[in-house]
């Protein structure tokens, strides 16, 4: 099924460099404004490895959703993941509002505050929210007809934003092409292909394979 993408950050630099790395994309909506904005099924937001909502986009949903968001993150990376979450994995929980029906958290770094910008955490996160629509699709068909996500890493993770839109990309490219059984094939997959990342230009964006059996017919 369609699923309607909308990237939506205050960061206007962010926004710019979408519009640059999206721009054959028309699928994709891009907005400069707050995710809180965004009227979809699920946002995604670019969380730690426990979950913990104290800072960044995480806490700005957390006021707005109220505790009872991050009880629900923790209890279920406790449950699927037996209480950390890893980068390349994602969790999707009811929210208990009306929007969004769901909130997808994807961690881009292990701590509360980290510099990930020599990393591949802003795709391994992005691919893996994805991955978290088709799962939930899966699991009860059209319940995620929609998702919104912010420019992942670019803030507390210091990730530069035409890194930060190109990487996104990359994890989005995959997710339209292909599908995956689990969350370890799919950091497999992101991990080998853009582990020489560093040597090619900032402003590159790279398409990651999928393996052919994991193209989407």
Known sequence: MTVRVVLSD???????????????????EIVKGSILNQ?????????NSHGVMSGGVDAVILRQLGPGIQLRVQHAIRDEFGGTLP??????VPSGAANPKYLISAPTMHAQAENVRHTLNVALACAAAFQAVQMQNEREPGSITSVALVGMGAATGKVPPQVCAN???????????????????????????????????????????????????
């Open 39 to 47: 009227h979809v099924d699920a946002w995604v937001t670019p969380t």
């Open 10 to 28: 205050v960061n206007a630099k962010v926004v710019q460099s979408w519009m640059s790395a999206f721009a054959d994309e028309p699928g994709v």
């Open 167 to 217: 990487l996104m990309w990359a994890g989005y490219t995959l997710f339209s092409e292909s599908t995956f059984d689990d969350y370890a094939e799919l950091r497999t997959t992101v991990s080998e292909q853009l582990g020489d990342i560093e040597t090619r230009p900032a402003t590159e964006r790279v398409r990651i394979t999928p393996p052919a059996a994991r193209r989407r017919r």
């Open 87 to 92: 980068i390349g994995a994602a969790v999707c």
